[in-house]
């Protein structure tokens, strides 16, 4: 079931542009032009856009446009109106080797110089000298070191000091600087070289006299080319004046010439009031012509300037264009539109198919030079439809359509197979293999040796849009929402006898396509490249291939193209790559394709000659000229021109940046706005940026501006880049830390703790030391106590002992007196010998108990009085 409304899904896909072209016209009509016009200006201010002269910038690229309402500044991204009240409108602008912007205008002249803001303000050095009334400046020069004004009737000239005014011998037209000399032409007179402030007269250049000299360019280094008005162009090598007979002169006289400048050695654009401008070679052939149906604002040039990118500016009476011509890529489309979005390509011959969602065009193809045209676009009868797909087997062509395949020929579009929804044919043996809306079928040979419907190949029938044949004949086939299968034919090739799922990798791997380089199958997810293992039966990541691919490693889409040689497609880039299994991938030529121009899927490629190769887009055809790869990668030139840092209720504007600056905390909030002078070349193109410091992915943005608040202190590095080129700009800038976080502050905070430290250390040292006293003084008194206490103990000690001998005395004595009294009478000389030493032991007794009871009432008193201090 499902299956069945993916068909009709499609077929109604298919089938509602076709109905748009049945209702309409089957046979177009319509030549394709190229899409090399860009259009800017117009429609972009509310103001009158003439513009009179145009001027890039020598040092950033920047393009000044000199307007009816003033200055305009465009910088590859946007426009900024410079604006002064003492302008009324400008006629002339020229910028000199230092870079300073001079510009004239009604009743003024003078130069801009930046403001803080990074706007820039006028200051008219006409006002100290008087102009003449009604007086318009219409031409500027830098003339060695002194800038030349020229009016009508006036030459100014300014030597960066003082102002000075010169009469001219009579009217003026218009004055021209070539080959380092000034010329202005004189009305009713001729030609004038300007020299040393004088005027000397051409010789011979009274033919002028009476004709209108609107441009003089370098012709080559000896000669120029004088390009009147109505009267065609001459030739002047400094001795004699001859007509240019060419067809580029005989246009220009009847379409009114305007402005010239010579693009190149050999190549000249011519712009005319009446019908645009037209690009001429040296023998003056008109290579190529734009006006207002192939893409000019309007046809009226008014100036012409060349872009260092290779361009050519045109400004007009309303707005301006860019014509791109040194370009990698050319656009092509029809006028109408209604070739649609290509799917296919196929060149036989002069004759190129296109197969798109309208259906089978086909045109002549012819070239000049680098240029291609086409001619004869038609639709092929009965083809209006979705093509898919378009192939050359053996002379004969075969068209995948959402209605079946078809065989195209010279006169006719018939259908060989009815089964809907050819995406993908490949060749399958001796026959053709084709992936379809409804699973797979093949195609062999008839008896008249063209190919006709085999059959189905039956047990699949699931949507196939793109398919491989491996070395071993399984067929690998990619399901656009499912995922890949791999599947195994039986021996007649009319049956799947086997099939194997890998939908399970489509959830977590994203496996969409596959494709084969050099005979070996490999699947894309838009992330990285995976291969088939046969050995462990898995899908493993390809390694090596995605190491050597670099970002190509993220392409959607292969297309196989010479031998080794692969395109890789990533986003709006092309690579062609050179892969061997004998050396690693090579980059051999790389693209940048616009984004409004890249279909969303199945881009195709052929070649269109030796240099050249055509792409399908989605409005029409671009075509990559191979002698120029990476030429819009070589032009690319990102810069910041201002900063503006707020914050707090102050901000700051910085307009000159260095390799690295520094920003006042306070102003942490910033916005970067960059310009890109060579998106010109490469329109659409989409920027990346981050701080290193702070993004962990690339931010993508259209826009010129990059905003970041509240940023913390520290170094950052701001990155931007485009597609265009991957080379990256960098900007180192630093938010101070506020006065508190500042090195001096952490100076300050350092002695103030090294203070602080001392301090405590000193406060420690004092505590340490009166703790130190206490505790001598505690182990001192702890000491003395000791001391007291032993003293003690021996006094009790010696006071016990005198207590036992006195008592021991009295106990003799009281004995002896015993005796005395006693019968039995010893030697009186005796007893009074024994009584006295003991009256005198007892008076010594008394004594030293004396003496131990004071020092014992002393030692008590003592310990008190400390006791009490």
């Known amino acids: 079931m499902k299956s069945k409304i993916q068909v009709m899904y499609h077929f109604f896909k298919g089938l509602i542009p076709a109905l748009i072209l049945l209702c309409g016209n089957s046979s177009l009509a319509a030549d394709a032009v190229p899409d090399k016009v860009t259009a800017y200006l117009q429609n972009n201010f509310n103001i009158k856009n003439q513009v009179w002269g145009i001027e890039t910038h020598p040092k950033n690229g920047l393009v000044y446009f000199a307007t009816n309402t003033g200055l305009l500044e465009f910088d590859g991204l946007s426009f900024t109106m410079q604006e002064s009240n003492q302008i009324k409108s400008l006629r002339s602008i020229c910028i000199d080797d230092q870079g300073t912007l001079f510009t004239g205008g009604f009743e003024t002249f003078g130069y801009w110089e930046k403001d803080e803001g990074c706007r820039l303000n006028y200051i008219a050095i006409s006002d100290s000298i008087e102009m003449n009334k009604n007086d318009e400046i219409w031409k500027i020069y830098q003339d060695k070191q002194q800038i030349v004004f020229q009016s009508f009737t006036t030459i100014y000239v300014y030597d960066y000091h003082t102002l000075s ?85 005989e246009f220009l006289i009847y379409q009114t010439f305007n402005a010239a400048t010579r693009l190149n050695d050999s190549t000249f ?14 023998k003056g052939q008109i290579l190529e012509h734009y006006n207002y149906t192939n893409g000019l604002n309007n046809n009226t040039v008014l100036a012409l300037g060349k872009s260092p990118y290779g361009g050519l500016w045109i400004g007009l009476d309303e707005g301006a264009n860019y014509l791109s011509q040194n370009s990698s ?43 291609l045209s ?19 087997f053996d002379g004969e062509i075969l068209c995948g359509h959402n209605e079946g395949t078809f065989r195209v020929t010279e006169t006719g579009f018939n259908k060989i197979c009815d089964v809907t929804g050819g995406w993908s044919l490949k060749p399958y043996g001796d026959m053709l293999i084709e992936g379809t809306y409804t699973g797979l079928v093949t195609y062999k040979k008839n008896s008249q040796n063209q190919w006709e419907y085999r059959s189905r190949l039956n047990g699949f029938y699931e949507p196939s849009r793109h398919l491989e044949i491996d070395y071993l004949g399984y067929i690998w086939v990619s399901h656009p929402q499912k995922g890949i299968y791999r599947l195994k034919v039986n021996e007649t090739k009319d049956s799947i006898v086997a099939i194997y799922s890998y939908t399970a990798l489509k959830k977590s791997l994203n496996l969409t396509d596959v494709y084969k380089l050099n005979n070996r199958v490999v699947f894309s997810s838009g992330k990285s490249f995976y291969t088939y293992d046969y050995v462990n039966d898995s899908i493993v990541p390809f390694t090596v291939l995605n190491n050597a691919l670099g970002d190509y490693k993220q392409a959607t889409q292969i297309i196989p193209w010479e031998k080794n040689l692969y395109w890789f497609i990533n986003n709006n880039k092309l690579a062609l790559f050179r892969i061997s299994i004998e050396s690693e991938p090579t980059l051999m030529a790389e693209y940048v394709i616009a984004d409004d121009h890249m279909p969303g899927q199945d881009i195709a490629i052929i070649p269109f000659s030796d240099n050249n190769f055509l ?21 690319t030139h990102i810069f910041i021109h201002s900063a503006f840092f707020h914050g707090k209720n102050k901000s700051a504007t910085r307009c000159t940046f260095e390799k690295a600056f520094e920003v006042p905390f306070f102003m942490n909030s910033v916005t970067f706005s960059f310009s890109d002078p060579s998106s010109i070349e490469h329109s659409g193109t989409t920027y990346h940026y981050r701080i290193r410091e702070i993004d962990d992915h690339w931010i993508s943005t259209a826009l010129p501006k990059i905003r970041y608040y509240h940023l913390k202190p520290g170094n950052y590095h701001l990155e931007i880049w485009s597609d265009a080129n991957s080379q990256k700009l960098i900007q180192e800038f630093t938010i101070k830390p506020p006065w508190y976080l500042s090195h001096w502050a952490y100076a300050a905070y350092a002695v103030l703790l090294l203070l602080l430290a001392w301090l405590f250390h000193r406060n420690f040292q004092l505590k340490l030391s009166k703790q130190r006293k206490l505790l001598e003084f505690e182990i001192k008194q702890t000491s003395l106590e000791n001391r007291l206490q032993n003293t003690n103990v021996e006094l009790m000690l010696t006071l016990r002992y005198l207590i036992q001998k006195n008592e021991s005395l009295q106990n003799l004595q009281q004995n002896i007196n015993e005796v005395k009294n006693a019968p039995e009478k010893l030697s009186p000389r005796f007893i009074h010998t024994i009584d006295k030493q003991i009256s005198q032991g007892l008076e010594l007794q008394t004594k030293e108990w004396k003496m131990a009871l004071h020092n014992l009432k002393l030692s008590q008193e003592g310990y008190f009085k400390r006791l009490k201090e």
């Open 269 to 282: 654009a011519f712009g005319t009031i009446l019908d645009g401008i037209i690009v001429s070679n040296a």
């Open 374 to 392: 086409f001619s004869k676009l038609r639709l092929v009868p009965n083809s209006q439809g979705q093509v898919w797909t378009l192939a050359a």
């Open 165 to 249: 005014k010169i009469t001219a011998p009579g009217f003026m037209l218009f004055m021209f600087k070539v080959h380092d000399q000034l010329m202005v032409q004189v009305l009713n007179e001729g030609l004038y070289l300007f020299k040393n402030n004088r005027f000397e007269f051409v010789a011979h250049s009274e033919r002028f006299q009476n004709v209108k000299i609107h441009a003089i360019i370098p012709y080559n280094n000896e000669s120029l080319l004088i390009c009147t008005e109505k009267s065609g162009i001459y030739t002047y090598n400094y001795q004699e004046f001859s007509p240019w007979n060419t067809s580029a002169s």
């Open 615 to 635: 792409i399908s887009n989605r409005n029409g055809l671009a075509i990559l000229k191979k002698n120029k790869p990476n030429k819009a990668k070589d032009t």
């Open 329 to 371: 890529v050319n656009y092509f489309s029809t006028a109408t539109g209604s070739l649609g979005t290509i799917y296919s390509l196929l060149k036989i011959g002069s004759t190129l198919y296109l197969g798109s969602n309208h259906g089978l065009f086909k045109t002549q193809l012819s070239q000049n030079a680098d240029n």
